[in-house]
């Protein structure tokens, strides 16, 4: 599975953005796809993540910001962020894991997001 990231940038507090992920390879067997961040000198770190069916789990400092979503027929994965804060700045990850083995985790190349205060 190729994992293609797109919609980072520069953002200024309060404001909002958008990532895409489309996934291409063996999208027929994926399963969950979610959205990770890695800031300066920081572990990655999970922001959200969504289940074949819908069901969705947010880190607790995302929480009513953020809203992961999914196109199955287009094997693409979003994050609508919304509430940008300048702790929110990182380098996001999509990623997705496959019903069948190798189950992943695979892992997009990475968009940065910055939001000024």
């Known amino acids: 599975v190729q994992l293609v990231e797109s919609g980072g940038g520069l953002v200024q507090a309060g404001g909002s953005l958008r990532l895409s992920c489309a996934a291409s390879?063996?999208?027929?067997?994926?399963?969950?796809m979610g959205w990770s961040r890695q800031a300066p000198g920081k572990q990655r770190e999970l922001v959200a993540a969504?289940?074949?069916?819908?069901?969705?789990n947010y880190a607790d400092s995302v929480k009513g910001r953020f809203t992961i979503s999914r196109d199955d027929a287009n094997n693409t994965v979003y994050l609508q962020m919304n509430s940008l804060k300048p702790e929110d700045t990182a380098v996001y990850y999509c990623?997705?894991?496959?019903?069948?083995?190798?189950?992943?985790?695979?892992w997009g190349q990475g968009t940065q997001v910055t939001v000024s205060s």
């Open positions: 990623h997705v894991f496959l019903l069948i083995a190798p189950y992943g985790p695979y």
């Open positions: 390879g063996s999208t027929g067997s994926i399963n969950t």
């Open positions: 969504i289940r074949t069916g819908g069901s969705t």
